[in-house]
Nanobody, 121 residues
């Protein structure tokens, strides 16, 4: 069993930055990813990283967000720069993904409870 706990969310002004962390207990395998869900919208993939370090990003965050992991600390990160109001959402960490496509949420086995990110204009 894997437990995931997100942290680092908060309220920032547009153009600001945040770094989200996801601490994992137990070992994780295959893909790890960040997803987000805004009120009234479907959960969407933000970024993912596989076992060899290859990364994928949603078009809406390319050039602004960076996903990384520290295997020694068993922690996943998401650095978010140049934040926009449309980035406002609950952000979730997911692990042990074996998805058809990296952003397919149903392909991930474990999920955290989420951390709220609010960006004001």
């Amino acid at each position: 069993q894997v437990q995931l706990v997100e942290s680092g969310g908060g309220s920032v002004q547009a153009g600001g930055s945040l770094r989200l962390s996801c601490a994992a207990s137990g070992y994780t395998y295959y893909y790890m990813g960040w997803f987000r869900q805004a009120p009234g919208k479907e959960r969407e993939g933000v970024a993912a990283i596989d076992t060899d370090g290859s990364t994928s990003y949603a078009d809406s965050v390319k050039g602004r967000f960076t996903i990384s992991k520290d295997n020694a600390k068993n922690t996943l990160y998401l650095r978010m720069n140049s934040l926009k109001p449309e980035d406002t959402a609950m952000y979730y960490c997911a692990s042990d993904g074996w998805p058809t496509y990296w952003s397919d949420a149903e392909g991930y086995k474990y999920w955290g409870r989420g951390t709220q990110v609010t960006v004001s204009s």
